[in-house]
């Protein structure tokens, strides 16, 4: 069972990102504040979750959360600060949105940047430790997934819909047959024989 936050007397919000390691589209980060009685028995690291039960939790996390968002980095900037600060410059962003400001931030992974002075912790796999984290993890995840399958009818040879963007055979052979789209990032090795394509 998942514990609900690291400072039970905290006003104590969770955060994670999705697509980090994506070719294209968006990394998507989130921050939730869940109620200090919130409990759930399915809620869990999102990639330990189908896509379904992702959807109904989403659904959930979002009735009841005290305060959540999401926040999608785009390529362009991606390619201009690199993804890491990316990913953290989308969690400040997320918590910048919440209805109030946190007491203390729980961070999944082991990298973040002080957002004003308040207090934070970094934990490595988070998402399968602290429900809020996991609550975040599920909504960047499935905003995400939400954002890359919009995109697929716009660009149906690369199969977002199926692979949200990740380098998969697939979505690697669409790249060589087809070349990048303005939603591939262009700071990122898209094809492995190649170190730079012409855009």
């Keep these: 069972m998942l514990k609900l936050k690291i400072n039970t007397h905290l006003f104590e919000c969770g955060t994670d990102e999705a697509g980090r390691g994506c ?6 980060a989130a921050a939730v504040v869940l ?3 919130f409990s759930h028995p399915f809620l869990t690291d999102s990639k330990q979750l189908s896509e379904k039960k992702r959807r109904e939790l989403k659904t959930i996390i979002e009735a009841e959360a005290i305060s ?3 926040t999608h980095v785009m390529m ?5 600060v690199n993804i890491l600060n990316a990913s953290i410059l989308g969690m400040h962003r997320s918590i910048d949105k919440l209805s109030k400001k946190p007491e203390f931030i729980a961070i999944d992974g082991n990298r973040f940047k002080p957002y004003y002075k308040i207090p934070y912790e970094c934990v490595v796999k988070g998402d399968g430790k602290f429900l809020h984290i996991a609550a975040a993890s599920i909504l960047a995840k ?7 399958e919009h995109l697929h009818d716009e660009f149906p040879v690369y199969n977002w819909k199926q692979n949200k963007g990740y380098p998969t ?10 070349g990048p789209t303005p939603f591939h990032r262009k700071s990122f ?11």
């Design 189 to 199: 090795r898209l094809l492995p024989e190649q170190l730079k394509l012409k855009f």
């Design 23 to 28: 070719l294209a589209g968006p990394v998507t």
């Design 35 to 37: 109620p200090d009685d």
């Design 169 to 178: 055979a697939e979505h690697r052979e669409a790249i060589r047959k087809y």
């Design 76 to 80: 362009e900037e991606i390619d201009q």
């Design 142 to 148: 499935t905003y995400r997934d939400l954002y890359m």
């Design 68 to 70: 959540f968002a999401v």
